[in-house]
């Protein structure tokens, strides 16, 4: 199996820019699709970006589409997110998840087989 630990979280001022990490642990020699989810407090678990394996395919949430790009590096076993134009309604906690198998991504957060442990990310006004 794999271990992903997620950093780069913090907090930030509305309009400024964080980049998010994904190193992958264990099983590094089997691809993954790769996903970013967020949690809000009292919210719902939501796909915020994913990449297939080769990294050719995206998929974006539509309030993020053209502020996030998600990207990989497959030599250094790590994802990123970078996040530009915060707005405050993008803190939440963000995970890392790893997909095995089947389509790249799923919004259901039920389709993904390991995840990290989060990493917050706070927007101020």
């Not at 939501?46 to 309030?63: F, H, N, P, R, W």
């Not at 502020?67 to 405050?88: G, H």
């Not at 309604?89 to 389709?111: F, I, N, P, Q, R």
């Given at each position: ?7 780069g979280g913090?907090?930030?001022?509305a309009?400024g820019s964080?980049?998010?990490s994904?190193a992958?642990s264990?099983?590094?020699d ?7 989810f ?6 719902e678990?939501?796909?915020v ?6 990294g050719?395919m995206t998929?974006?949430?539509?309030s993020?589409?053209?502020r996030f ?7 250094k ?9 915060l ?5 939440a906690?963000y ?6 198998s089947?389509v790249?991504?799923s919004?259901l957060?039920?389709m993904?087989?390991?995840?990290g442990q989060?990493t ?6």
């Amino acid at each position: 199996q794999v271990q992903p630990v997620e950093s780069g979280g913090g907090l930030v001022q509305a309009g400024g820019s964080l980049r998010l990490s994904c190193a992958a642990s264990g099983r590094t020699d089997i691809s993954y699709n790769m996903a970013w989810f967020r949690q809000a407090a009292g919210k719902e678990r939501e796909l915020v970006a994913a990449i297939s394996m080769s990294g050719v395919m995206t998929y974006y949430k539509d309030s993020v589409k053209g502020r996030f790009t998600i990207s990989r590096d497959n030599a250094k076993n790590t994802v990123y997110l970078q996040m530009n134009s915060l707005k405050p309604e993008d803190t939440a906690v963000y995970y890392c998840a790893a997909k095995k198998s089947g389509v790249y991504y799923s919004t259901l957060y039920t389709m993904y087989d390991y995840w990290g442990q989060g990493t917050q990310v706070t927007v101020s006004s």
